[in-house]
């Protein structure tokens, strides 16, 4: 992500019409791993994306959906591999969309999050992402209720902007190595806060709640992030859940029925070890009546990668503790409380 922010500014291709969206047709590349699947190619507004449709999926009964947003230089193949997330989505089942970021736009292939045109709703590369969600939601039966989105680094800040954009969407999101919503608005801002974190959290918290407008709600995160990231300070992890948190806490004292609360202090804390591996703690943030809100995971040397992953993708540890199983498991005890408006 760093090396995306030096060069040139990224084309800005925002304002193009919709002259022509083609639907999910097959892949002419096999999944190799889930031959029972489908790995169709789609796109919306000259944007390219993957949808893998498993093989338990039936039409007319609604499945949940997973957005799965790839970090620099990554495509969706490379992240689908080195995340796995093809093998739960066979097991649930569920509907897993990859958008994909061209070159075009950004020569790495980053998500411009570090731009303001791009951390509002209906605008920017938000708007392009929430038309392929779009697509799907119209040729597929997807429980509007269950729809997830998750990503690492560029693209966990950008599943950040989504969430904080479109509560009204999303049940519940995942950030691997990624930064709070609008800790920066240009590119030389993105390279300080990736070295030194974001303003006052509080501060980030309630432009977070702005962003929401009046579809704000209390949103479930999981969060990972890696002690050694050199490319990611670590303190964005700190930084993400104390905004999240702050907001989540406004939303349980002032828009929800019955009131609830959420400590800024964990309920629990746990630590573990993968065999061979990392070792990590997880810290877990529960309301007083028992809801489980944030979980923060902190895995002990592994650097700028997503945690459990496989080595036939990039920017993965597989030494780490198993991050897209762990997603499905927090992300599955969630539904959005409102249907989406897509």
């Excluded at 060069?7 to 590349?29: D, H």
């Excluded at 190619?41 to 499945?63: F, I, M, Q, T």
């Excluded at 904080?164 to 691997?176: E, G, L, R, S, T």
């Excluded at 030389?188 to 009046?214: F, I």
Aim: charged fraction near 20%; hydrophobic fraction near 35%; charge should be positive.
């Amino acid at each position: 992500m760093q090396e995306a922010l030096t060069g040139r500014l990224p084309a800005l291709l925002y304002k193009e019409k919709v002259v022509s969206t083609r639907r999910p047709t097959p892949s002419s590349a096999a999944d190799s791993e889930h031959p029972q699947g489908r790995t169709l190619d789609g796109n919306y507004a000259g944007r390219a994306y993957r949808l893998y449709v498993p093989s338990g999926y039936r039409a007319g009964s609604p499945a949940p959906l997973l957005v799965m947003l790839h970090g620099c230089t990554q495509t969706p193949d490379d992240f689908a591999a080195g995340t796995r997330m093809n093998t739960y989505a066979e097991q649930q089942p569920c509907l897993v969309l990859y958008p994909q970021q061209p070159r075009t736009a950004n020569r790495y292939r980053c998500w411009n999050w570090f731009l303001s045109v791009n951390q509002h709703r209906d605008r920017g590369e938000p708007s392009l992402i929430m038309g392929m969600i779009w697509h799907v939601l119209h040729d597929f039966s997807i429980d509007r209720y269950r729809i997830y989105i998750a990503g690492i680094s560029a693209g966990g800040a950008m599943a950040a902007i989504m969430a904080a954009c479109y509560p009204d969407v999303f049940a519940a999101v995942a950030i691997c190595a990624g930064i709070p919503y609008q800790a920066a608005t240009t590119p030389m801002g993105a390279m300080q806060v990736m070295k030194r974190g974001s303003r006052d959290p509080h501060l980030q918290g309630a432009t977070l709640l702005r962003a929401m407008r009046q579809y704000r709600r209390v949103m479930p995160l999981v969060l990972f992030q890696g002690t050694a990231d050199e490319v990611v300070s670590p303190i964005n992890a700190d930084h993400l859940l104390n905004q999240w948190l702050y907001a989540n806490q406004f939303q349980l004292r002032n828009g929800t029925t019955p009131l609830d609360t959420l400590s800024p202090r964990p309920t629990r804390i746990e630590r573990g070890h993968v065999p061979g591996g990392h070792a990590f703690t997880e810290y877990i943030y529960t309301t007083e009546r028992g809801r489980m809100l944030l979980k923060r995971y902190l895995i002990y040397g592994m650097g700028h990668a997503w945690p459990g992953g496989d080595a036939a993708g990039s920017y993965t540890d597989p030494y780490g503790p198993d991050a897209s199983r762990l997603i499905v498991d927090f992300s599955w005890r969630t539904h959005c409380p409102v249907q989406s408006r897509v």
